[in-house]
């Protein structure tokens, strides 16, 4: 299914434009990761409805995304491996959220780790997306710093339920640019400095 509507997809853009081989490539890339992401939140969505879970769901999600989006981290090495890691995370967060009980110790606490973890370790690249450019990389520290700040402040002021979601976000994507996470899994950590100064 996958195939097929990736190269009808391709076709029309042939029609439509004279590309090279090398251009074609990288469209088929595109398209084939935009597939994978549109499936798969579908996939998801329709979980969260079947458990009940959609309104939690919609809040992890938007709060993955846009952490995620600055701090990057670590991908699963296969297709299959991404679809069960992201699976459980996706669908098991949003579950235990309703179940957790944190005082307010532990909220300071937690915060205080996800402040220090992303100062030292966002972004995080990996060896198929290293983030050479230093002023880009300065960038995305400082839009996580901010974003996990916001985060902290709704862990503190929204309902327990919405509170424990940013905790588990900012939990799991926390794991994401963990270098232990990456030596475990013998996985290239800092790949930027494979291209500096040469």
Do not use: W
Request: aromatic share 16%; net charge positive.
């Amino acid at each position: 299914m996958k195939n097929i509507i990736i190269n009808k997809l391709i076709n029309l853009i042939q029609k439509e434009n004279k590309y090279d081989d090398i251009k074609l490539q990288e469209i088929r890339y595109g398209i084939s990761a935009l597939y994978i992401i549109i499936s798969r939140s579908l996939f998801y969505l329709f979980i969260s409805l079947l458990l009940g879970i959609f309104q939690e769901f919609v809040i992890f999600f938007i709060s993955y995304v846009i952490i995620r989006s600055f701090s990057f981290g670590l991908h699963a090495k296969s297709s299959l491996g991404c679809l069960i890691v992201s699976s459980i995370a996706f669908v098991g967060i949003p579950l235990i959220a309703d179940m957790l009980i944190l005082n307010i110790f532990i909220k300071i606490i937690f915060s205080i780790y996800f402040f220090v973890t992303f100062l030292l370790y966002s972004p995080a690249d990996t060896p198929k997306r290293p983030l050479i450019n230093q002023t880009k990389r300065n960038k995305l520290k400082k839009f996580s710093l901010i974003t996990i700040l916001i985060y902290i402040i709704g862990i503190f002021t929204l309902n327990d339920i919405y509170s424990n979601i940013l905790i588990l976000v900012l939990f799991y994507q926390s794991l994401l640019i963990s270098p232990f996470l990456y030596k475990i899994t013998n996985t290239n950590y800092k790949n930027y400095l494979n291209y500096e100064f040469k």
